[in-house]
């Protein structure tokens, strides 16, 4: 999530984001986690993981979200402008290494990752460093870790053959988050009445956070393949401004034949799923993989 600074009760947006948490874990139970990114003026930054600072704490672990989250959070998940958390189905890496779990950690990104993508492919294009864990992951992030314009985050995209939705965050620019929608792995953005900004996999979750906590959704759009998006504030001296879309770019996505499985819209509405089958573009090629798995990205900005 981004969270907006001019929200009368933060408690609100932390509500949210637990919720969406609980109900990712349709889409993956092998592990989970979280992220804190940044902290507002006058509270503190969090534990760092090394390189720049930005303020940053990553929580994982094996299992469902519920076993991972803890009440002892809540302050910290009150006070961070950017949250990023992520719930997992196994495809590529074993999930009993805590280093193929997410969110990752790699240079200077934080980052999920929902989907499944041939790796030999992307690293038969790019000269990648060797990865610290056995995810397909990884070597995405490594690449994105490097991109500072629209124009080298859609290069990256549309070398990757799979299903990929990815949220990224680079720890220098802590209040800037970076969204994409491949090939089929879903991607859905939320605002709120407050201006905080959410995504998740399923729109879906955002109905049932309705029900369930306070809040008051103004838009929820589930994003097009080929799409990618900046959200966050400006850093402008003096100034907190709302959070907002800062960049978008479109690029044309591209899928392995074996990639089209109704596992990728688990947890689905049958009109939500349709809806969005009705709307696919991407470009599909005959190549092996495509394992079927729906780990998910969630991903709440408050």
């Known amino acids: 999530m981004v969270r907006s600074p001019f929200a009368d009760d933060p408690g609100i947006a932390s509500d949210v984001f637990v919720t969406l948490g609980m109900l990712a874990e349709e889409r993956g139970t092998d592990s989970a986690g979280f ?35 803890r009440p ?51 690293r038969s294009r790019f000269a990648l460093p060797p990865a610290a864990g056995a995810t397909d992951s990884e070597p995405i992030f490594q690449l994105l870790a490097e991109c500072r314009r629209p124009s080298d985050v859609t290069a990256v995209l549309e070398a990757v053959v799979g299903r990929v939705a990815l949220a990224w965050v680079h720890r220098d620019r802590p209040t800037e988050v970076h969204l994409a929608r491949g090939a089929l792995s879903p991607l859905t953005v939320a605002v709120d009445t ?61 899928a392995r034949d074996t990639d089209m499985d109704p596992r990728v819209w688990t947890g689905f509405t049958r009109a939500d799923q349709e809806r969005d089958r009705a709307g696919l573009l991407h470009r599909a090629v005959e190549r092996a993989g495509g394992t079927g798995g729906t780990d998910s990205p969630l991903a709440v900005a408050g």
Not at 41 to 68: H, N, Q, Y
Not at 76 to 95: C, K
Request: aromatic letters at 10%.
């Open 194 to 254: 407050d201006q905080n900004i959410y995504w998740a996999s399923n729109p879906r979750w955002f109905r049932d956070a309705e029900r369930h906590t306070s809040v008051e959704f103004a838009s929820v759009v589930m994003l097009r393949e080929g799409t990618y998006v900046k959200v966050g504030m400006e850093r402008r001296p003096g100034r907190r401004d709302a959070p907002e879309v800062l960049a978008t770019a479109n690029f044309v996505p591209t």
């Open 72 to 122: 002892a959070y809540v302050s910290e998940l009150d006070r961070s402008p950017v949250v990023l958390g992520h719930t997992r189905w196994a495809t590529q890496g074993s999930p009993l290494e805590p280093r193929n779990a997410s969110p990752m950690a790699v240079r200077d990104v934080v980052a999920t990752h929902n989907g499944d993508i041939d790796v030999a492919d992307l």
């Open 35 to 69: 992220a804190f990114l940044g902290a507002w003026p006058g509270l503190g930054g969090f534990p760092g993981l090394g390189g720049p600072s930005g303020g940053c704490r990553v929580v994982k672990g094996r299992g469902r979200f519920a076993e991972i989250w």
